[in-house]
């Protein structure tokens, strides 16, 4: 098996801890993006050949630079950047300010935008590469008092499906993967947050807010395992553009896919009358 070197944002816990983990026992080099170097001194210890710790803040987009290049310095290549760190935010429309909605979309898209751009460079050079999109089933479906989050996530997968026909011709392969419930601190008291509640949608958002705190620990999904796969998916011929993770998302982002087809076709008579009479369809380059 190929080494590879990785960068992964937000590697001190949950998702990027578990890749991490992953792509070092099997002989991989890792970049991780934390805030809190502190974090990772056991991963140091074991790994200190293979492992470098980098203090980064993923919604610094002006820092992304420096990031590939201590990669690119210590380890001479990149073979795979993983943009992992993220969280939510859970509120009505109404509830969640503009500062709030901003902060999520520097964290979930302007941040990854930066570091990929910065990435692409050594990427094409070598012609190869793979790009790897923490995204959620939040990024296919939406509902109800997460649409700061959702939109964050929404904004992404539109975002990379262009990157990944742009970047293809390079070699270089992007996979977003949509994870349903796994047992992360995504749900813990310190990272999920939730807007002031209003008298307009505290009934509403109740059973919702209730759910996301109190699945904290019991979430079906096996965050090791999923890095595994991950891992073996970066390391394959093969990569999938979107990858549910999870049977909750496998069977909940089939039925918005269902869903919406139907509604398609219900309505597609309607939708076709929109156009002028006679003037042939239209040809795109894609």
Do not use: C
């Not at 934390?34 to 710790?53: H, I, K, N, Q």
């Amino acid at each position: 098996m190929t080494t590879q070197t990785w960068i992964i944002t937000g590697a001190s816990r949950g998702f990027g801890r578990a890749l991490a983990e992953s792509a070092l026992a099997k002989g991989d080099r890792v970049v991780a993006a934390v805030r809190r170097p502190e974090s990772m001194t056991d991963l140091e210890a074991e790994y200190p050949d293979t492992f470098l710790v980098v203090k980064h803040d993923a919604r610094d987009t002006g820092a992304a630079a420096d990031l590939v290049r201590d990669a690119l310095d210590r380890f001479g290549q990149l073979d795979v950047l993983v943009n992992n760190a993220g969280r939510v935010l859970v509120g009505a429309v109404e509830e969640v300010g503009d500062a709030q909605l901003r902060e999520l979309m520097d964290l979930h898209l302007f941040g990854p935008a930066a570091l990929v751009r910065a990435a692409l460079p050594a990427m094409r050079e070598r012609g190869t590469g793979t790009i790897v999109q923490m995204s959620s089933q939040g990024g296919r479906m939406s509902f109800p008092g997460v649409s700061a989050y959702s939109a964050s996530k929404f904004a992404l997968e539109g975002w990379s499906e262009a990157l990944a026909g742009e970047v293809a011709p390079f070699g270089i392969r992007v996979m977003l993967v949509e994870p349903s419930r796994f047992r992360t601190d995504f749900n813990a008291g310190d990272v999920l947050e939730f807007a002031a509640a209003s008298e307009t949608y505290r009934d509403m958002l109740a059973p919702i807010r209730a759910d996301m705190a109190g699945v904290d620990g019991r979430q079906e999904g096996d965050p090791a395992r999923a890095a595994e796969i991950i891992v073996s998916i970066a390391h394959s011929d093969e990569v999938p553009l979107r990858l549910p993770l999870g049977r909750e998302a496998v069977e909940r982002i089939s039925g918005v896919y269902q869903r919406g087809l139907a509604e398609v076709e219900r309505w597609a008579d309607t939708a076709r009358s929109a156009d002028f009479e006679g003037v042939e369809a239209s040809v795109r380059p894609v």
